[in-house]
């Protein structure tokens, strides 16, 4: 169960940075702990695995009190409590510092969305203007922001949704195409490129992956990134019967990367942001005590792209 209560503010403790949380964003991770589904998390927990704020304690860390930062990732609201809070204790490591202006509700949709769209797409698949792009779960906050990214860098993009009912969402994101997901699209996919797309990112997971790899032409890439369908693991996969020949499968989740890199890439997307080259998809932003509320609204899918919670601290 999910619910607000008073704990004391984190001891400072070497190496870690405590930070003044001003907003958070909400990830499927977080429902999928909440719900039992994280064998290692340890309860009562402080969930959230990405938060923004001003640091307020450096912990003899090379940052300044009063600094902008966000931190994500790196066991945060797992092995130790996160960002549902108005002060957290995080490792140096999994916290970046950002120079920006932009309002702390539109910051804080940034991090683990954005840092985990640019991973799969730039570090994973090394996406090239030219290509073609289809991203399965396209109304997903990661989905939406890849979008965003890839239209930026000159490439043709599909997506999918399983409502027709979102697509004019899709295409005000810059999506080219739109396609209805059935769970198998292998043959629309084809009518819209023939010969398959050159680059697909997996959101849904396990349970249209199959499909997935059979979209995709020969020496193309998928990169399995999500969960959105709710099934972590795929029954009897066979490699030389369900991966195409030729066909290259790859994955990405953040916490493989560097904070150097992570922070560089960051900026440039705060920035990006900032200049109106992206779209930071703010779907609703609610109050911090509206928590379970917003747990309801992102269980029930009710919406797309990112749900946000303010913290006034």
């Known amino acids: 169960m999910l619910q607000l209560e008073a704990i004391p503010v984190p001891e400072p403790r070497a190496g870690w940075v405590r930070i003044r949380v001003r907003a958070f964003g909400l990830n499927r991770s977080e429902l999928y702990t ?3 589904h994280s064998p290692s998390v340890r309860f009562p927990r402080v969930l959230g695995i990405e938060c923004v704020g001003v640091v307020d304690d450096a912990g003899g860390t090379d940052l ?3 600094q902008t930062v966000a931190a994500l990732m ?3 609201g797992r092995a130790y409590d996160g960002g549902y809070a108005e002060y957290t204790l995080v490792p140096r490591d999994r916290v970046l510092p950002v120079r920006t202006e932009l309002p702390w509700d539109v910051l804080a949709a940034l991090p683990e969305t954005w ?4 991973g799969s797409l730039v570090d994973a698949m090394d996406v090239q203007a030219g290509q073609t792009l289809l991203i399965r779960g396209g109304t997903s906050s990661v989905g939406m922001a890849a979008a965003s990214l890839a239209k930026e860098r000159g490439l043709r993009v599909l997506a999918t949704t ?3 009912a979102k697509a004019d969402a899709l295409r005000a994101n810059g999506v080219d195409d739109v396609v209805v997901d059935t769970g198998q699209i292998v043959e629309e996919v084809a009518r819209v490129v023939p010969g398959g797309v050159d680059a697909l990112l997996e959101l849904i997971g396990p349970v249209t992956l199959r499909d997935s790899l059979r979209a995709v032409r020969p020496r193309g890439i998928v990169c399995h990134t999500g969960l959105l369908g709710n099934v972590w693991v795929m029954d009897r996969f066979e490699p030389l019967e369900d991966i195409p020949s030729t ?3 790859t994955t990405y989740h953040s916490g493989t990367t560097s904070a150097e890199r992570s922070t560089a890439a960051l900026q440039e997307i705060v920035d990006g942001v900032a200049a109106g080259r992206y779209r930071p998809n703010v779907e609703r932003v609610f109050r911090f005590e509206e928590i379970a509320a917003a747990h309801r609204f992102m269980e029930e899918d ?10 006034d601290a």
């Open 115 to 118: 840092l985990t769209a640019w």
């Open 74 to 76: 790196g066991e945060m």
């Open 34 to 36: 909440r719900q039992g």
């Open 162 to 164: 399983r409502g027709a």
């Open 247 to 249: 066909v290259r499968l």
């Open 64 to 66: 300044t009190p009063g």
């Open 302 to 311: 009710l919406g797309s792209g990112k749900l946000v919670v303010a913290v």
